[in-house]
């Protein structure tokens, strides 16, 4: 089987070959070269390693072989739907919408932080649903980033689920309510949306 191209972002290209995935970091024809090289290698690094962290977390793709020369990860191929195109149509989308919230609330409570939250980085496949595309993740504690993380899944099914969005948000934040730290969370939330309103204000 030959290569397909599956998505093409502004950091990486998706690849199906086979029964995985690839994921190959594009050179940034604006950055010099060694410094393109070294910045590509460390997120391929980084990128690698969250992944294997949060495998024993929630259900994200296993990482198969990483090659820090190429920029690349092999991953596996998790065949189900993409939430961004199938969660308008889902019978269970209370039941879906919770699991999104506690599989949240389980990052945040071992420190680590998506940086992508949409229902375009998110598989749903049978009962189980998968996050992926951690090349914006890191590990840090601070509730400040967990609250922006959620405010960036609330702003993206606003954008992309306008219809149905606040009964999403609904359930993704009564999933969230599993995290020992949903108190602190969710009124630094509220501080987060306060800022954004005031500077769309000014």
């Not at 024809?29 to 977390?57: C, F, M």
């Amino acid at each position: 089987m030959k290569e397909k191209i599956i998505q093409q972002g502004a950091e990486a290209v998706i690849i199906l070959k086979k029964d995985l995935v690839l994921k190959r970091r594009v050179k940034k024809g604006y950055r010099l070269e060694i410094l393109d090289e070294r910045i590509r290698k460390r997120r391929t690094k980084s990128e690698a390693r969250i992944l294997e962290r949060v495998v024993r977390i929630i259900s994200v793709p296993k990482v198969l072989r990483v090659r820090e020369k190429e920029k690349e990860i092999d991953m596996e191929f998790i065949d189900g739907l993409k939430l961004s195109e199938s969660l308008d149509g889902l019978k269970n989308w209370k039941k879906v919408c919770f699991k999104i919230g506690k599989n949240i609330a389980k990052l945040h409570d071992e420190n680590i932080i998506h940086g992508d939250l949409t229902t375009s980085n998110m598989i749903l496949k049978g009962e189980e649903v998968y996050f992926i595309d951690f090349g914006l993740g890191y590990l840090n504690g601070k509730f400040e980033d967990k609250a922006v993380d959620l405010h960036l899944i609330k702003q993206a099914l606003e954008a992309k689920h306008f219809g149905k969005w606040e009964e999403y948000w609904k359930e993704i934040r009564r999933g969230y309510k599993v995290s020992k730290n949903v108190s602190v969370v969710l009124e630094r939330l509220e501080k987060v949306e306060k800022r954004g309103r005031y500077k769309g204000s000014c």
